[in-house]
């Protein structure tokens, strides 16, 4: 769907769809071990202070490990629904906005800037790409660090091919990808998500709702961080246990992890 300015705001709708069965659905990722991960790769390359912008929080999955380790946390999110189930686990004191990271406001000067779980394969162009990551920077403390990561090849070859079926509460959570497994570099992937009732009778229905993502090569995206002025620290490749390797391989490795400062002037 497009919004009267004009803007494809297809993100919204497909969270607003899967937001209630989210958490469900990716129960099985540990966070706990992922932002552990991430603040000892961030710290080895200068990461200081708690206080951390999540970009694309979701319902908090990135940002509540981080609230019970002290740090003092923003965050958004383009799905009003995704934002209300985060804000219920986070409380009050916890500022959550619904919008969106192509338009980001200024919320501060963070020590850490996080946008997990390829929120930015949401995106699918240069052009988005670099007003986002512009935002994230004018956010960022003079020595703060932004952390993200992306989709890999791997992912839109796999994960956007299969069928991945969950059953929870009484619900059949179906996960279908449309791929074919054949994804070029840059290319737009499918994948449609829907909700199914276990028993008859028990559920509603929800229909399927279709997610959009863009494999961003890593030359645009060094290319979009350049432009945004923002220096890579280090770019490294995982598979679902998080652990960061070097050098990224896009035929075996899920995700890239950048880690990126502000450039440094001349
Ligand atoms: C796979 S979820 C990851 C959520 C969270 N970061 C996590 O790690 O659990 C991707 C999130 O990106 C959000 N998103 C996508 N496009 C966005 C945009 N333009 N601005 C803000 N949020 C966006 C979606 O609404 C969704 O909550």
């Given at each position: 769907?497009?919004?009267?300015?004009?803007?494809?705001?297809?993100?919204?709708?497909?969270?607003?769809?899967?937001?209630?069965?989210?958490?469900?659905?990716?129960?099985?990722?540990?966070?706990?071990?992922?932002?552990?991960?991430?603040?000892?790769?961030?710290?080895?390359?200068?990461?200081?202070?708690?206080?951390?912008?999540?970009?694309?929080?979701?319902?908090?999955?990135?940002?509540?490990?981080?609230?019970?380790?002290?740090?003092?946390?923003?965050?958004?999110?383009?799905?009003?629904?995704?934002?209300?189930?985060?804000?219920?686990?986070?409380?009050?004191?916890?500022?959550?906005?619904?919008?969106?990271?192509?338009?980001?406001?200024?919320?501060?000067?963070?020590?850490?800037?996080?946008?997990?779980?390829?929120?930015?394969?949401?995106?699918?162009?240069?052009?988005?790409?670099?007003?986002?990551?512009?935002?994230?920077?004018?956010?960022?403390?003079?020595?703060?660090?932004?952390?993200?990561?992306?989709?890999?090849l791997?992912?839109y070859?796999?994960?956007?091919?299969?069928?991945?079926?969950?059953?929870?509460?009484?619900?059949?959570?179906?996960?279908?990808?449309?791929t074919?497994?054949?994804v070029e570099p840059g290319q737009i992937s499918?994948?449609?998500?829907?909700?199914?009732?276990?028993?008859?009778?028990?559920?509603?229905?929800?229909?399927?709702?279709?997610?959009?993502?863009r494999h961003?090569?890593?030359?645009?995206?060094?290319?979009?961080?350049?432009?945004?002025?923002?220096?890579?620290?280090?770019?490294?490749?995982?598979?679902?246990?998080?652990?960061?390797?070097?050098?990224?391989?896009?035929?075996?490795?899920?995700?890239?992890?950048?880690?990126?400062?502000?450039?440094?002037?001349?």
């Open positions: 769907m497009q919004s009267t300015d004009g803007a494809d705001r297809h993100a919204e709708d497909a969270y607003e769809q899967i937001a209630p069965v989210y958490d469900d659905f990716t129960s099985h990722h540990d966070y706990d071990t992922w932002i552990d991960t991430l603040l000892a790769l961030g710290a080895s390359h200068g990461l200081r202070g708690n206080t951390v912008l999540d970009v694309g929080c979701g319902t908090g999955k990135g940002f509540m490990p981080l609230l019970g380790l002290g740090w003092k946390v923003t965050a958004l999110d383009i799905s009003p629904s995704m934002v209300e189930l985060a804000r219920a686990k986070a409380g009050p004191e916890v500022r959550i906005d619904v919008a969106d990271m192509r338009e980001l406001q200024n919320y501060g000067s963070f020590d850490l800037v996080l946008c997990l779980d390829d929120a930015i394969n949401y995106l699918h162009s240069a052009a988005e790409l670099e007003q986002a990551l512009r935002g994230m920077a004018a956010n960022l403390a003079p020595d703060g660090v932004l952390i993200f990561d992306s989709n890999t791997t992912t070859r796999t994960f956007f091919a299969e069928r991945v079926v969950v059953e929870s509460h009484g619900r059949r959570l179906i996960w279908q990808g449309h074919g497994g054949h499918e994948a449609t998500f829907e909700v199914e009732p276990l028993a008859p009778g028990t559920d509603r229905r929800v229909p399927p709702e279709t997610h959009r993502q961003h090569p890593e030359a645009e995206l060094r290319a979009a961080l350049a432009a945004a002025g923002l220096e890579v620290a280090g770019v490294y490749g995982c598979t679902t246990d998080g652990v960061p390797h070097q050098p990224v391989d896009e035929d075996t490795h899920t995700k890239s992890i950048y880690v990126t400062r502000l450039g440094r002037a001349e």
